[in-house]
């Protein structure tokens, strides 16, 4: 399947609804793969990430709805992994409840402005680790939230990294309304900051304050930019 972006022929191609809803002693699992086996441990920075695909041989592309939410109170995390040469999500990642995300591939990671993931704590829970990386260029659009419970827990973090390169043009919210608010690592090789207003345009002459708040009105949380290779370990 061909995606607007022209870049993806899909081996692993996910249009529809598919859900492992987790219960208090199991949490949903969902991997779609186009790899060996990846482990998803949440941990963010390039020593937990660099290399972590293996005989990466096509594409996984998403672009229905991935659920591993929590179905009752007290439900363990959900864990959803999407793993390959390649990999595109256009639609919606649901793991709710203080699960893990991990998007990760060998080539490209392109993350659409449709898609939204979610791994934000019910109740007075905390809220799960997302991250978004490819060993060598992520492109991020989408919308992520990681936010603590209304009624407790911290938020949790988050990392958007391409180890060479990085395209930042998202949302991330991070925040915890009784709790701590999370973090957010950006890790490339090399980092331009550009002003804007989130209409997709760049404008290179935008102020440090213009800088400060583009970037602050579409991230609600902490932001660590690090030296390639350096990120710091979760």
Known sequence: AKTAYGIFDSAVNNAG????????????????????????????GAQNNLGKV????????????????AGEA?????????????????????AAGGGRVLVTSTDLTVVTKTSSIHTSGQGAGSGGNVVIW???????????????????????????SGYEDLGYRGKVDLSAPAGRSGNLLLDPATLQVTGGVSDGSDNTNASAFQLINDAGSNILGTIQVADEGAGAPN
């Not at 990846?38 to 963010?44: D, F, H, K, L, Q």
């Not at 293996?54 to 939410?69: C, E, F, T």
Request: hydrophobic share 40%.
């Open 134 to 160: 490819s060993d060598n260029a992520t492109l991020y659009e989408g919308s992520l939230s990681a936010r603590g419970g209304a009624a407790g827990g911290d938020a949790g973090n988050a990392e958007i």
């Open 74 to 94: 007290g439900a363990a995390a959900g864990e959803v992994t999407l793993a390959g040469e390649r990999v595109g999500v256009t639609g919606m990642i649901d």
């Open 54 to 69: 293996q005989d990466a041989q096509g594409v996984v592309m998403h672009s229905g709805v991935l659920d591993v939410s």
């Open 17 to 44: 609804i598919v859900r492992a809803v987790s219960a208090v002693q199991r949490g949903g699992v969902i991997r779609l793969m186009a790899s060996n086996p990846v482990e998803n441990t949440g941990r963010t």
